[in-house]
């Protein structure tokens, strides 16, 4: 039976890429998307095109019955052996005095709630203690949590830091059940979610002198999803630049 790799938010940026990446190795790719069906029908079409297997699925990753179709619908295609919580969102900039209460929930649902209800999905359908296969999970963090995110997105901060101890946490939790779990923290990537200006402004500031490519995001994604990391558990790979 084919492998099948989810990834979550995958019809842009890093997750599109991760998906793209993850066909060549002979993943069969279920991707979602919230809101963008074109661009990810589009990402379907650039992996058959080239020969790979993929389907797009439409599904909020905050709400339990769109998880739970989700890991259906994948589940159709082979057996599930990965998964990618890419899915998140950063919201626009501003200090944590004036944000709202509604923005701070609408950000720890997506980013906190959507990697702890496809996580937990992929341990009971994963876990060899649950009759299953084992398999890897890659969650995607952020340089965020170190660097504090002040006067912009504190509050994308905290939630991306709830996101590095659930890795670490559930990776002591699992690993005796044929799962392994793991964190790759990006830091400035050339993505929609950093306009020019932002990028223009922060590029000073990273010792590589340059802000990366989702491609080199994927590639460590993919080595972590991969046999060639088959002791590495529980870690956060930061992917920054030096930054």
């Excluded at 769109?66 to 998140?88: E, K, P, Q, Y």
């Excluded at 400035?188 to 932002?198: D, K, S």
């Amino acid at each position: 039976m084919d492998k099948v790799l989810i990834v979550t938010g995958g019809s842009r940026g890093i997750g599109a890429a991760v998906a793209r990446g993850a066909a060549a190795p002979g993943w069969t790719v279920v991707l979602s998307y919230r809101t963008r069906a074109e661009r990810a029908e589009a990402v379907v079409r650039d992996i058959t095109t080239a020969g790979g297997h993929a389907v797009a699925v439409q599904a909020d990753v905050a709400r339990e019955d769109d998880v739970a179709r989700l890991f259906d619908t994948a589940a159709r295609h082979g057996r599930i052996a990965g998964l990618v919580n890419n899915a998140g969102i950063n919201g626009d900039p501003v200090r944590m005095a004036d944000l709202a209460p509604a923005d701070f929930s609408a950000m720890f649902a997506t980013n906190v709630t959507g990697v702890f209800l496809c996580a937990a999905e992929a341990v009971r359908r994963m876990s060899t203690a649950r009759g299953g296969a084992g398999g890897a999970i890659v969650n995607i963090g952020s340089v965020a949590v170190r660097l504090g995110a002040a006067g912009e997105r504190v509050h994308y901060a905290a939630s991306k830091a709830a996101v590095v101890a659930m890795t670490h946490g559930l990776a002591l939790e699992v690993a005796r059940e044929g799962i392994r779990v793991n964190c790759v923290s990006p830091g400035l990537f050339a993505t929609e979610m950093n306009p020019p200006e932002r990028v223009a402004r922060l590029t000073p500031a990273i010792p590589i002198g340059r802000v990366g490519a989702p491609d080199e995001l994927a590639n460590v994604v993919l080595f972590l999803l991969s046999d060639a990391a088959s002791y590495v558990l529980g870690a956060e790979v930061t992917v920054s630049g030096g930054r």
